[in-house]
């Protein structure tokens, strides 16, 4: 009890004038950078799309008369010049008749005006008739192989009529339903289709870009800002849950017209599609590689905020160990990084932890980032950016 009192009655004496122990310093934060570095990125986009039909055919009929049997089941794979319907023939084959029994008549009327030219040739010479009559004869026999040729064409197309009865597949595909049934009357000039026939494998894919996207493109090529592929260069599809598509397809061509109603230019993909899992109409969302920045500098998402003015902003560990801002320019997004065209340049130090809290021209402890890198002061910094 002696020896405590001493101890209390000092510290009570340094309570009394306003002073405590000293505490140790702690130092500078500690922060975390990635050093900046010019590498190649390809350049991709997702865009909209919809697919459509490598082939469509509407059938229709090219004859008059009653259906009498339907040749196909719905929704089947049918093949090309696979008979899909029957019309009544018997109108047909009765023209088919008349037309052959004319040219046979044409043929023997042919026979007898020949040989009555053949006649007056010989006559004519001796002065047996007249030239006139001779030249009726001549023109007898020319009109009569006419004749012939008339009626072997009227045959033709009797025949061709009567084939055009069983009605047809134009193309090879997937057939859909038939809007007419066995016993209806169609007309060669109907507007109704009897069915319609697409083919699916492949498949077209109609994406539409902004022209002024496309137009921004086309200048960073001309400026050797992007270089760009060939025009089978390859595409991605994501279908409409959100799913990968599995085969790639290729860039076919881009439309040289702007729809005016939505200023934008139609690019076509063709992709295959052996398991009939993409059909017509289907809403899409595609992959597109637009070129390649051999030069590209890419920021972490996570490194960037943004200023009062909502201007993308990272703080750089300056030559003197302080923190600088840089007001960037980061026109999209690859990836879980910021493509920056300007602000930045190879080698500055862009803090992507612990600066969260830290004011600009605070002198800081750098470290070069990793996944187990911690700053040693305040809390864990937050991803951040759009």
């Given at each position: 009890?002696?020896?405590?009192?001493?101890?209390?009655g000092f510290a009570l004496l340094l309570a009394a004038c306003g002073q405590a122990?000293?505490?140790?310093?702690?130092?500078?934060?500690?922060?975390?950078?990635?050093?900046v570095a010019e590498k190649p990125v390809t350049l991709s986009t997702q865009l909209p799309g919809r697919t459509n039909a490598y082939e469509t055919s509407e059938v229709r009929p090219q004859v008059n008369g009653l259906v009498?049997?339907?040749?196909?089941?719905?929704?089947?794979?049918?093949?090309?010049?696979?008979?899909?319907?029957?019309?009544?023939?018997?109108?047909?084959?009765?023209?088919v008749a008349s037309a052959r029994a004319a040219l046979?008549?044409?043929?023997?009327?042919?026979?007898?005006?020949?040989?009555?030219?053949?006649?007056?040739?010989?006559?004519?010479k001796i002065n047996a008739i007249s030239r006139q009559d001779f030249e009726n004869a001549t023109t007898q026999a020319q009109q009569a192989q006419a004749d012939v040729a008339a009626q072997?064409?009227?045959?033709?197309?009797?025949?061709?009529?009567?084939?055009?009865?069983t009605v047809k597949a134009?193309?090879?595909?997937?057939?859909?339903?038939?809007?007419?049934?066995?016993?209806?009357?169609?007309?060669?000039?109907?507007?109704?289709?009897?069915?319609?026939?697409?083919?699916?494998?492949?498949?077209?894919?109609?994406?539409?870009?902004?022209?002024?996207?496309?137009?921004?493109?086309?200048?960073?090529?001309?400026?050797?800002?992007?270089?760009?592929?060939?025009?089978?260069?390859?595409?991605?599809?994501?279908?409409?849950d959100g799913t990968p598509y599995g085969p790639e397809g290729t860039l076919k061509f881009t439309d040289v017209t702007v729809d005016p109603a939505t200023g934008s230019q139609t690019i076509r993909a063709i992709f295959p599609n052996p398991r009939g899992l993409l059909l017509p109409g289907m809403f899409v969302r595609a992959e597109l590689v637009e070129g390649t920045r051999s030069n590209a500098i890419l920021?972490?998402?996570?490194?960037?905020?943004?200023?009062?003015?909502?201007?993308?902003?990272?703080?750089?560990?300056?030559?003197?160990?302080?923190?600088?801002?840089?007001v960037l320019t980061a026109p999209r997004t690859v990836g879980q990084d910021w493509l920056v065209t300007a602000g930045l340049k190879p080698g500055d130090k862009v803090v992507v932890e612990g600066a969260q809290n830290l004011q600009p021209g605070t002198p800081v402890k750098a470290v070069p980032f990793t996944d187990q890198a911690k700053p040693a002061q305040g809390q864990p910094a937050q991803a951040q950016g759009k």
């Open positions: 009890m002696k020896n405590i009192a001493p101890v209390l122990p000293q505490q140790p310093s702690a130092g500078p934060p500690q922060v975390a950078f990635v050093t009498l049997a339907r040749l196909f089941q719905e929704g089947d794979m049918v093949r090309q010049g696979q008979p899909l319907y029957r019309i009544d023939p018997a109108p047909y084959e009765a023209q046979t008549r044409a043929r023997a009327a042919i026979a007898s005006s020949n040989a009555l030219a053949r006649r007056y040739g010989e006559l004519v072997a064409a009227a045959l033709r197309t009797a025949q061709i009529d009567l084939g055009r009865t134009p193309i090879s595909g997937r057939i859909g339903r038939s809007t007419f049934t066995t016993g209806a009357l169609v007309t060669a000039a109907q507007t109704s289709p009897l069915t319609v026939i697409q083919r699916l494998d492949p498949i077209y894919v109609d994406i539409q870009q902004s022209s002024a996207d496309l137009l921004k493109l086309r200048q960073q090529i001309l400026a050797g800002q992007v270089s760009r592929g060939g025009a089978d260069a390859r595409v991605r599809l994501m279908l409409e920021v972490p998402q996570r490194a960037v905020t943004r200023d009062e003015k909502g201007q993308p902003l990272v703080m750089v560990v300056g030559s003197d160990g302080k923190l600088q801002p840089r």
